[in-house]
């Protein structure tokens, strides 16, 4: 399946209110959800990166197709920064979908999360699952995977790291891939804003 223009519209409110969510907190910390390092240097922040960024890969191909890039810029949190890892995928077909969530949901729990499934209606029903549940833990981090017959969207949110938000944004670290727009009629060549 390919992820269209309708599927792009429909899915980005979702999209910016799961990163504009900040004071949502479900207590705790996520066991073994990201690396939490114990260093002030940008290094840590990069490790952190990078996992979340390994992670929404394997979660990505799970489901077959073309996806786009669309992480943000280092932000400030706590003392330290994070990143949101935004990834537009395509559309999944109702029938396979328990199938599609299933193996992302396996994937999750070998990473020792828990994640919860749910319907979500609109104009464009579909399916969530999400870890934790609602929320997100109090170092910041949460991972969420929302997917309609339109279009699928990714987040994962690392944990607040202790990092230099300018340097990090100075090297455009949380830039590295290219954004390549999916096989949509009529699109041009500019990647979507985060």
């Not at 979702?14 to 390092?37: D, I, K, R, Y």
């Not at 890892?85 to 070998?110: K, M």
């Not at 910041?140 to 790291?161: M, N």
Request: charged share 20%.
């Amino acid at each position: 399946m390919r992820l269209t223009r309708a599927g792009v519209v429909a899915l980005m409110p979702a999209v910016l209110l799961c990163t504009m969510v900040a004071g949502c907190t479900n207590g705790g910390s996520p066991p073994e959800a990201l690396p939490s390092p114990s260093s002030t240097d940008s290094a840590a922040a990069k490790r952190v990166w990078g996992e979340a960024n390994t992670r929404a890969e394997a979660t990505q191909a799970i489901i077959a197709g073309k996806w786009l890039s669309s992480d943000t810029a280092a932000r400030a949190c706590g003392g330290g920064v994070q990143w949101v890892v935004n990834r537009l995928g395509p559309g999944t077909d109702p029938g396979q979908r328990d199938a599609l969530l299933g193996d992302i949901e396996a994937y999750w729990r070998s990473l020792g999360w828990k994640p919860t499934r749910s319907d979500f209606p609109g104009d464009a029903p579909g399916q969530q699952t999400r870890y934790p549940a609602g929320g997100l833990f109090k170092d910041g981090f949460f991972a969420e995977f929302r997917t309609t017959k339109y279009g699928s969207t990714l987040q994962i949110q690392t944990p607040c790291t202790p990092g230099d938000v300018d340097q990090l944004n100075r090297e455009k670290y949380g830039e590295r891939h290219t954004n390549t727009p999916p096989d949509i009629p009529g699109a041009s060549s500019t990647p979507l804003a985060p």
